[in-house]
Structure formats: C-alpha cells, structure tokens
C-alpha cells in the first residue's frame, strides 16, 4: 500500500503537475484511511491495495462521520481515494475499483458570499496611495476583483505575465493551466502606479514576483491574506473577510450586470460549468428580491 501511494503521489506532483498543496492534501486523505485500516486491523496489518473492498471504504467513510467530521470533508476523502484508485487501474495494479459504486454523502449546498458594489467602492477610496504599502494594497484587491484571481495565482504572478497592450494578464491556475485574463483600466492603472513605485521602495530587489513583501521577496500567500482582510474590514462588517470572498463577487457582479455563463466560466478557471452555476443562484435571488419590492402583484395571493 505505502509503495502505490508513492507512485501516486508521485504522478499528481510530476505527471498532473499539482501544486504542493493539493498533494499533501491527497496524502493527508490517503494516509488517514491507511491508519484507520491498521488500527482496525487484529494484527496492525494492512491489506494490499487490491484486497480492500467497498465496505472497508464504506466503513472508513462512516467512521469520520460518526466522530463528527462534516460530509464535505468526507466527501473529499472518498474523492481521494477514488483518484488513487482510478490511478492503480489505469496503471493495471489492481482490477477492480472499489469505490465505483459508493456515493459521496449529500452536500448542503452553501451559496458563495461577496461584497456588494459599495462596499467594493468603500474599499478602494479608504486605500490610501501615497505609501508603499497602499499602491501594493490597491493593486493586489484591484487584481482580485478585476480579474477573479486564485489566491495562488495572484502570489505566483511575474512581471512578464502582464501584457499592458493587450490589457491582459497571464495566470498559472489548477494543474498548472495557463489562461489569458483580460483586465480592466482601473486595475491595470493601479498595477502600472505599484509598479512604477515598486523599484523605489525596493532599488536593490531581484525578484521577478509582481507583488512583493517588504523585504523585496515574493509576498506569500498568509501576508496577502492579512492585508485584504484589513483592507476589507475599513469598508465591510461582513465576516470571513478574504481574497476568495472578492473571487465570489467578481463572478457575481458580471453575472449581475449581464455577463454569460459560460464566460464567467472561463474568466474564473473551473473546468466545468457545473462549478460556476453556483453564482447563477446568487443572481437568481438578487432577481427575486427586485421582483418582489418592484413588482405591484409580487405579494398577491395566487
């Protein structure tokens, strides 16, 4: 089992060209239901990966729920172990998968949060622009909302990504996909302005990140989060301030003010519509709300 979970492993970090990230999650997942086999197990044996069955699956999966883990995060774990074994099928290591026929638990499905158009508004005039720190600020939140950058995406961009011509940037997103985003005036003007002033606060820098912290490194992804969650705080009482939460409104402003689907799809990076129809439900209750306060039989009984 240890030595197909190498190879696995090994293949979403070389062969898919996951992030870090997302291969020590899978770790995480996979090493879990190990553990759970040895400790289950009379003798702390573990099964070759083509001895485990379904219900050993089924019972590893029950097990976290019953010590209170929630179903979206069990339902992370049976992904797991579905692509490890899709991968030891592929490969002809085992036959048979066994989690073809087990189904993940039912997810309550939680509508994506975002900011209202004023509250984008509030944020950006309580961004000072005469300080470093500031013009960095405006330009990281400006990139957020303007173009609905992952957090990874943003702290992994290079000066060489922009094209100020085309008004376009150049993103690395999951699984190593290149896009092309475009972006608007406001926020390529922000990032010319960092930019321009990015050489004086840092003369002796080397780095080709964008955006830096302020020892002239690569700001990581901990200090872009603390700074938009400042930043946010000065113009939003809303909780759970992050740059994720400004990826939410960046698809549900476009969609509110007109934009297609399959649009925002691609400007975002999913991979599927499935995942981008979640803001359609967004869009859907602003709708009903104005059809309700606008609409002078709205509140008749039918």
């Not at 005469?130 to 609905?148: K, P, V």
């Not at 780095?207 to 990581?220: H, M």
């Not at 901990?222 to 009482?237: D, F, I, N, P």
Request: avoid cysteine.
């Amino acid at each position: 089992m240890k030595t197909d979970l190498e190879l696995f492993l090994h293949y979403l970090s070389k062969g898919k060209q996951f992030s870090l990230h997302t291969v020590k999650a899978y770790r995480s997942d996979l090493e879990q239901f190990v553990r759970f086999l040895v400790e289950r197990s009379a003798d702390g044996v573990v099964l070759f990966p083509h001895q485990i069955q379904a219900e050993d699956i089924r019972s590893f999966l029950g097990n976290l729920l019953q010590h209170g883990m929630n179903k979206k995060s069990v339902a992370r774990k049976l992904a797991s172990l579905r692509a490890f074994y899709g991968y030891l099928v592929k490969i002809g290591s085992v036959g048979q998968d066994p989690t073809v026929n087990l189904r993940s638990p039912k997810i309550d499905q939680k509508l994506p949060r975002f900011l209202s158009e004023k509250e984008i508004l509030d944020t950006f005039r309580k961004i000072e622009l005469n300080s470093s720190t500031g013009t960095r600020d405006n330009a990281i939140i400006e990139l957020f909302y303007g173009a609905g950058l992952r957090l990874s995406e943003l702290v992994g961009l290079n000066l060489e990504d922009f094209d100020p011509i085309g008004l376009t940037i150049r993103v690395l997103g999951k699984g190593r996909k290149v896009r092309i985003v475009p972006v608007g005036k406001n926020a390529f003007k922000a990032l010319n302005l960092y930019v321009l002033k990015r050489f004086e606060f840092h003369p002796a820098q080397e780095e080709n990140a964008v955006f830096l912290n302020p020892s002239g490194k690569r700001i990581s992804t901990r200090g872009v989060q603390y700074l938009v969650l400042r930043r946010l705080k000065a113009a939003s009482e809303k909780e759970k301030l992050s740059p994720h939460l400004l990826r939410h409104t960046f698809a549900t402003h476009l969609l509110d003010h007109g934009a297609d689907l399959e649009s925002v799809k691609e400007l975002l990076g999913h991979a599927s519509l499935s995942t981008t129809q979640i803001y359609t439900h967004l869009s859907m209750d602003r709708l009903r709300q104005v059809y309700k306060q606008a609409h002078p039989r709205s509140e008749l009984e039918s």
